[in-house]
């Protein structure tokens, strides 16, 4: 069953609780603009976004004067991206994916494929096609030194990215075999890449290469199927189980409806995701037009990134330096979460596993430097408290409404209310 | 920045508010009593057991590993058949003091290679992966007093999970406090009073017991004055950081501390020599701070991994996801050797060792015979294992 689309036109409540799950956060300007607008034309307009970029990003990866200061600029580069490109609800969508095909920087060390691999996560972020977007990933020279596939040759298996290609990116544990596993394998040997590798070359362009000689032709069970399979067929066959539908439908709910999904939400999702064939984009559309998406509010806590680019968007985008940025960059990372380097190939669990007294302190520290703090961005008119909290009348209103700006701000960002969308 | 009475002040209104907590965190910690403390460190990705206490006389392990295996001129030898991973060299005095203990051949029932998964089943004592909570979670639930076992480090792990709450997570002793703007303390407080639910509720919740372990851990923690140079590596100064927690006093039952990056499918003799070394230099320096403290009668140490390698190296000088692997445990509570009897090599499945000492009998060891709790609520059924505790 489709999931139910909503059919009230917007309200208020409604505009500012779409912007703070596809936006990160949004004006009251922005909110309002969207009051009594129909769900579907939103979601759609959300959803059409191209590969155009924030001008004037002071951040460039290549000129990094070691593979740790590129990838440092890499990550600056992607924050300022966040907070003020074109199309948040894209780049929340490369955020989400790159928690699921997940990659760590700290491994791959090369810059001009981690730069493209987070393009690949935009160029895929509302995919046609899951089948074609694994594929690109399980090619990508990121993904094959991340997990070792380039070291996978005939009759020398190494079977770290067939485990994870199941585990963790298609189907979930529990529909599959440790035979499974070891077949895939198999299929997956000769694919490597060139170029790049080494502390001296980080800025050297690796290139996928098929290598035949290095390849198991043999015949492999995989899923089921029996054959000459090759890497192609494995990511064929792995992509288009039931199981993937339900399993990657669920972490779409998990980034857009709820920490904790509901089982029936997910396979509505899932039925859409079987019947288009992995078609990224219908399932999306239909989401973020449900029912189910407008009544689930405040049920996701903003992972640390949520909220720092949460908060500069809810501020009107406020220009912050360069060097600032890349410190907010590093404090997401002390919050729990380094942009393309979660602590392991699961990604970040998220939920309430992003809170701990660790966490919280830092969080205040960030609001106060946003609001209070003497390089704190002047703003002309503070955010509403729709704004900063999506509600009209939130917990506390009464106090909040009673402090002047800045106060009012720097509290409301560190409410409960603000830390959750 | 807040004065130290504001805070103070607004950490006591904290401490007071309790209403609304889940009741193992209201109620009285009265079973807080003990003065022991269990360290806990997690070997983060599949340590290798076997290049960890090496079967240097077994020519099947050498058969197996051309590439990878530890020459026996390298090994650290500690019986006439089993040797330590020459990068341990750091901890070869506690062995010969006898108080380095190595549980062989550790495991579950129907083991699992996924990470996470098996990871899951170390962290809930649960190889049913039925429970949520973590097992020291549970442990705080039992004395009453969430504060009684910390995470050092920026993620709390499954393992520190209560069913309503998770525990502390401490990334650094210095910055664990709160520092509101001037004149914000009372609205704060204000804020917080407002009636939630749900998600907004907990973290209500949370903030309440933040602003109360870090007003704990301020006032207490002047008491350490190092006793040992540590190594300069993130986890030597989060044990560094354990010390102190113990060294303040503060309640402490069990510490929590991680290593990472033991998933070595390639290469991995560099790298698991590396973190071998991190993991002795840190622990040695460790000792010998509680040692010149006077407070290494009252701490153990227990590390684990949430599975082996594979006994056979892979085509890239590396290892697979195994099973079975070793555990270790050391302290002057500790009862040094090896306990339990070696994997056989020539006796596999599928590729792997066939443990014969379930974990959850070295958990039962240390919550029965160290923490003096009753283990068996804990773990969810009785458990025996190796007599490590001396």
Redesign the interface.
């Known amino acids: 069953m489709p999931l139910t689309p909503l059919s009230r036109p917007l309200t208020a409540e409604d505009a500012a609780h779409f912007l703070r799950r596809t936006a990160f956060g949004a004006t009251d300007e922005q909110i309002r603009a969207l009051v009594g607008q129909k769900a579907q034309d939103v979601a759609r307009a959300a959803l059409a976004f191209d590969q155009s970029v924030a001008p004037g990003n002071p951040f460039d990866p290549m000129q990094g004067a070691t593979p740790g200061a590129a990838l440092q600029l890499g990550r600056g580069a992607w924050l300022y991206e966040l907070a003020y490109g074109p199309h948040p609800l894209r780049e929340k969508l490369a955020l989400t994916w790159s928690n699921h095909f997940v990659i760590a920087t700290d491994k791959v060390r090369n810059v001009p494929a981690v730069v493209d691999y987070l393009n690949l996560l935009r160029r895929h972020a509302a995919t046609r096609s899951f089948e074609r977007f694994t594929l690109e990933v399980a090619q990508s020279p990121a993904m094959l030194r991340y997990l070792d596939n380039d070291q996978n040759r005939k009759g020398k298996p190494n079977e770290n990215f067939s485990r994870e290609l199941l585990e963790l990116f298609t189907t979930g544990i529990g529909h599959y075999t440790e035979n499974d596993v070891r077949e895939g394998a198999r299929a997956l040997t000769g694919w490597s890449y060139q170029g790049g590798r080494g502390n001296k070359q980080y800025l050297e362009q690796p290139r996928f290469v098929n290598q035949p000689q290095q390849h198991d032709d043999g015949k492999k069970t995989y899923l089921g199927q029996s054959g000459a399979l090759k890497g192609e067929d494995i990511v064929r066959i792995a992509t288009s189980q039931p199981a993937t539908a339900t399993f990657v439908s669920r972490k779409l709910h998990r980034a857009f409806l709820a920490d904790t999904p509901d089982d029936a939400a997910v396979q509505g999702s899932a039925d859409t995701w079987t019947r288009t064939k992995g078609d990224v984009m219908a399932v999306l559309t239909e989401l973020l037009a449900s029912e189910a998406f407008y009544a689930s509010r405040s049920r996701i806590i903003r992972s640390p990134i949520e909220f720092l680019v949460g908060g500069i968007r809810t501020l009107g985008q406020p220009k912050i330096d360069a060097r600032s940025l890349l410190n907010l960059a590093g404090t997401a990372g002390r919050m729990g979460q380094v942009l393309l380097e979660p602590d392991t190939v699961k990604g970040w669990d998220g939920g309430r596993e992003w809170i701990n007294d660790t966490t919280l302190l830092l969080r205040m520290q960030v609001a106060a430097a946003l609001t209070m703090g003497s390089k704190a961005p002047n703003l002309d008119t503070p955010p509403s408290l729709l704004a900063l909290t999506g509600q009209e009348r939130p917990a506390g209103a009464v106090l909040l409404s009673s402090l002047k700006g800045r106060q009012r701000t720097y509290l409301s960002l560190i409410s409960p209310e603000f830390q959750l969308a | 920045m807040t004065n130290r009475r504001d805070f103070l002040k607004l950490s006591a209104l904290a401490v007071a508010a309790t209403s609304g907590m889940p009741g193992f965190l209201a109620r009285a910690a009265t079973q807080a009593g003990g003065t022991k403390t269990l360290v806990v460190v997690q070997l ?2 599949g340590n290798d057991g076997l290049n960890t206490l090496i079967p240097y006389s077994n020519g099947a392990y050498y058969a197996a590993r051309p590439n990878i295996a530890i020459p026996k001129k390298d090994v650290l030898t500690v019986t006439p058949d089993l040797g330590m991973h020459p990068a341990l060299r750091p901890l070869m005095k506690l062995w010969d003091d006898g108080h380095l203990a190595w549980m062989e051949n550790v495991g579950y029932p129907n083991p699992n ?5 098996s990871m899951a089943i170390w962290h809930t004592a649960d190889p049913t992966q039925a429970e949520a909570d973590g097992w020291i979670g549970r442990i705080a639930e039992k004395i009453g007093d969430p504060f009684c076992a910390s ?1 050092l480090g ?3 792990p499954q393992a520190l999970q209560a069913s309503e709450f ?1 525990l ?5 002793v210095d ?7 001037g ?2 303390n009372t ?2 407080e ?2 917080l009073n ?3 639910s ?7 919740r ?2 309440r ?2 602003l109360k ?2 007003a704990r851990v301020q006032e207490n923690v002047k008491k350490y004055k190092a006793g040992a140079t540590y190594p300069d590596t993130k986890f030597a100064s989060q044990l560094r950081d354990a010390a102190r927690l113990i060294a303040a006093g503060v309640g402490q039952r069990v510490i929590y501390v991680s290593l ?1 990056g033991f ?1 070595t ?2 290469g991995q003799r560099a790298e698991q020599d590396g973190l071998l070394g991190t993991l002795a230099g840190g622990l040695s320096a460790f000792q010998a701070d509680l040692e010149r403290q006077g407070l290494a009668r009252d701490v153990i140490v227990m590390g684990f991994s949430e599975f082996g390698r594979r006994v056979a190296e ?3 000088a ?1 290892t ?2 195994g099973k079975g692997s070793v555990m270790f445990a050391f302290g002057q509570g500790v009862k040094g050797g090896v306990h339990g009897s070696s994997p056989d090599l020539e006796d596999l499945s ?1 590729g792997d060792i066939k443990y014969r000492q379930d974990f959850r009998g070295v958990y039962a060891e240390a919550l029965t015979r160290w923490l003096n709790l009753d283990a068996r609520g804990i773990l969810g059924g009785t458990f025996t294992g190796p007599r490590w505790i001396a």
């Open positions: 983060t990705g290679r996924s990470h996470f998964a995470n920026a993620a709390t998770s502390p997570s401490i990334d650094s910055n664990f406090q709160l520092k509101l703007p004149g914000m609205p704060f204000s804020l407002s009636p939630r749900g998600e907004a509720a907990y973290l209500t949370a903030t017991q933040m372990n870090t990472g998933d499918h390639a892979n085509g890239s590396g697979d996801h599928e």
